[in-house]
Nanobody, 119 residues
Framework: QVQLVESGGGLVQPGGSLRLSCAAS????????MGWYRQAPGKQRELVAR???????NYADSVKGRFTISRDNAKNMVYLQMNSLQFEDTAVYSC?????????????WGQGTQVTVSS
């Protein structure tokens, strides 16, 4: 059974920091690209950050310089370090694993964790 379980969300003041974690099981973690997405009320889900199996990263323009994605293949974990948080960062943050090869395309989603930035 494939499982992606996020943790680390919560309430934080503007300017504060949080680190989100995503624990994956049931997949060969090292061959999957991992991403963090977020969805705020009334908005579409958007890509926040993504890291490929070889460690390449990309970020949404809105979070560049503030957020850092990383992975630990030995632990089947992916992280999102979020600094200088703003009201606009409030959303449900979800972890995604995906792969695309000659075997086809497949992705898996976690249930999400709430991040609320409030004074």
């Amino acid at each position: 059974q494939v499982q992606l379980v996020e943790s680390g969300g919560g309430l934080v003041q503007p300017g504060g920091s949080l680190r989100l974690s995503c624990a994956a099981s049931g997949i060969v973690f090292s061959i999957y690209a991992m991403g963090w997405y977020r969805q705020a009320p009334g908005k579409q889900r958007e890509l926040v950050a993504r890291i490929t199996s070889d460690g390449s990263t990309n970020y949404a323009d809105s979070v560049k310089g503030r957020f850092t994605i990383s992975r630990d293949n030995a632990k089947n974990m992916v992280y999102l370090q979020m600094n200088s948080l703003q009201f606009e960062d409030t959303a449900v943050y979800s972890c995604k694993a995906d792969r695309s090869s000659v075997l086809g395309y497949r992705d898996y989603w976690g249930q999400g964790t709430q991040v609320t930035v409030s004074s």
